[in-house]
């Protein structure tokens, strides 16, 4: 029986099923191929909920005698973008020049791929490793991701599955293999104003109540000032404006309501919760301002709507996890990998509620982009760190 030890095989395995979300493709049966020679107990469990497509997970666990280790990720692709602009077909998994093309190539089938060849390697050199290692993938990471890594972490965990330490295979490297590990992300919230106004002629603006004036003041407010200057592990917290609406046509009528949206990107100097009050405290104190609205007797009439959930700030504290992780880059490529918070957010925001998580895997670059690739021999050399983490995770190096 031949082990899938080479990522390259595996990855070619993985690109030609078009797993593009929310479809399944094939890519967790090609997965459960990989997996059950190397001894895991695999699940396919199938998560729905009303006006969202069904979506298959996979969860497969290798059990040992000693810590767990969790790998997450998701098999399923970014559509692929105008076909005809691909150098190689996006499903085909053709190799020019060194490097792997295909839909998946680095986000994130090919730190899938790795992940199987490092345990492969280990199943091969010495009967595994010394605990338990399992797989969590979703095929529902790119799309609404509610059928996806929420529900899989609550099934596997009503199933009495614990984990020790995660580590997900989402492509951190901007330039080059070794670059950065993500050990923790930002908060993120969004939210709809709405100004209510009175509308009139323009020329008769003592009859009316410009709701653009009033959204100027507590847009205002929204960006100046600074939220704060950043942390010891975090980049400055940002607000930005993404939307500005009055969908008024006439240049001689003044609108009823005007809207505006944004985005807000949180360090761990706040929470949903502080961030929420703050900006509400923010636009209470400028719907009372004259400075666009002089001789107005009542303060803006707004009306403040959170989109969504928030996704919570988080940072991974546990020094063993971080540290031993970044040995293994160092001990691979010879340079220490930056510990970065930044970016959007990922999964790892839902994992970080069961045990400490960090986020390594391929070079970014050409993630979501027709030509996405990757080098040959970053896939080797992925492989040997996530070899070498297990090696020195488990402590039997
Ligand atoms: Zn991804």
């Known amino acids: 029986m031949t082990l899938p030890t080479d990522p390259a095989a595996n990855l070619v395995s993985l690109i030609r099923c078009a797993s593009v979300t929310p479809a399944e493709g094939g890519a967790l049966s090609a997965l459960e191929a990989m997996l059950k020679p190397l001894g895991f107990l695999v699940d396919r469990p199938v998560f729905s909920e009303d006006g969202t497509p069904d979506i298959e997970n996979l969860y497969a666990r ?13 098999t399923d692709v970014v559509p692929i973008g105008d076909e005809a602009a691909w150098t190689h077909p996006p499903f085909a998994a053709e190799i020019a020049n060194g490097e792997m093309y295909g839909r998946g190539a680095v986000d994130m089938k090919g730190g899938i791929a ?22 969590l993938i979703t095929g529902d990471e790119e799309g609404p991701a509610i059928n996806g890594t929420v529900k899989l972490l609550e099934w596997a965990a009503s199933k009495g ?18 670059d950065m590990i993500k050990i923790g992300r930002r908060g993120s919230m969004s939210g709809s104003i709405t100004v209510n106004g009175r509308q009139g002629h323009a020329a008769y603006p003592q009859l009316a109540d410009n709701p653009v004036r009033g959204l100027m003041s507590l847009v205002d407010a929204l960006l100046h000032p600074v939220f704060d200057k950043g942390t010891k592990d975090f980049q ?23 809207t505006a949206t944004f985005n807000i990107r949180f360090n761990d100097s706040w929470t949903a919760e502080t961030v929420q009050a703050e900006i509400h405290n923010r636009l209470d104190q400028a719907a009372g301002r004259k400075k666009y609205r002089p001789g107005k007797k009542t303060p803006v009439d707004y009306d403040l709507v959170w989109r969504d959930r928030p996704s919570h700030v988080f940072l991974t504290r546990d020094d063993r996890l971080v540290e031993t992780l970044s040995g293994s880059v160092k001990a691979v490529v010879g340079k220490t990998p930056a510990l970065s918070t930044s970016g959007g957010t990922s999964d790892a925001r839902f994992i970080k509620d069961y ?6 895997g391929l070079v970014g670059k050409t ?13 080797e050399t992925l492989t040997r760190i996530y070899q070498r983490f297990i090696d020195d995770w488990f402590g039997q190096g």
């Open 62 to 74: 290798r059990s040992g005698n000693g810590p767990h280790l969790m790998f997450a990720g998701h």
């Open 114 to 135: 790795c992940f199987i060849a490092a345990v492969a390697r280990h199943v091969e050199a010495n009967g595994g490793p010394k605990g338990s290692v399992s797989l």
């Open 161 to 178: 599955e614990r984990w020790d330490a995660s580590i997900v295979g989402e492509p951190t490297n901007p330039d080059t293999l070794g």
């Open 236 to 258: 400055p917290t940002n607000l930005e404006v993404t939307s500005i609406d009055v969908g008024n046509p006439a240049t001689n009528v003044i609108p009823a309501k005007a």
């Open 355 to 360: 045990c400490p998580v960090v986020e390594f």
């Open 367 to 379: 993630m979501h982009m027709v030509d996405e690739r990757v080098a040959i021999a970053d896939l």
